[in-house]
């Protein structure tokens, strides 16, 4: 189990740049794959970009890639997410997601945990 905290969301320009971070406790943070999704008003909740758990392998949608970065730092129990070059369109709630699966050393069955952070809200101004 993780818990997850975003923060870093404001009220920024067309064209501005935002970081957002996502700080996790309990659990081992490494054992999760991490993720970034959005949801704007009246909209279903979109993925925006993962990351591994070891920092090696990341996926962006076709709507942020080349704008946005994801990261993480296994030390820090942290996950981030660089926004550049934002839109109008970017406006949305953001939520940090933690993934784990795999297989469980001691009863040997598999699983597929996701947790979720309350979200921090992206406004981007024309």
């Known amino acids: 189990q993780v818990h997850l905290a975003e923060s870093g969301g404001g009220l920024v320009q067309a064209g501005d740049s935002l970081r957002l971070s996502c700080a996790a406790s309990g659990g081992t943070f490494s054992e999760y794959m991490m993720g970034w999704f959005r949801q704007a008003p009246g909209k279903e909740r979109e993925f925006i970009a993962a990351i591994s758990r070891s920092g090696i392998y990341t996926r962006y949608a076709d709507s942020v890639k080349g704008r946005f970065t994801i990261g993480r730092d296994n030390a820090g129990n942290m996950a981030s997410l660089q926004m550049y070059s934002l839109k109008p369109e970017d406006t949305a709630v953001y939520y940090c997601?933690?993934?784990?699966?795999?297989?469980?050393?001691?009863?040997?069955?598999?699983?597929?945990?996701?947790?979720w952070g309350r979200g921090t809200q992206v406004t981007v101004s024309s």
């Open positions: 997601n933690a993934n784990g699966i795999g297989t469980d050393p001691v009863s040997a069955q598999a699983y597929d945990y996701d947790y």
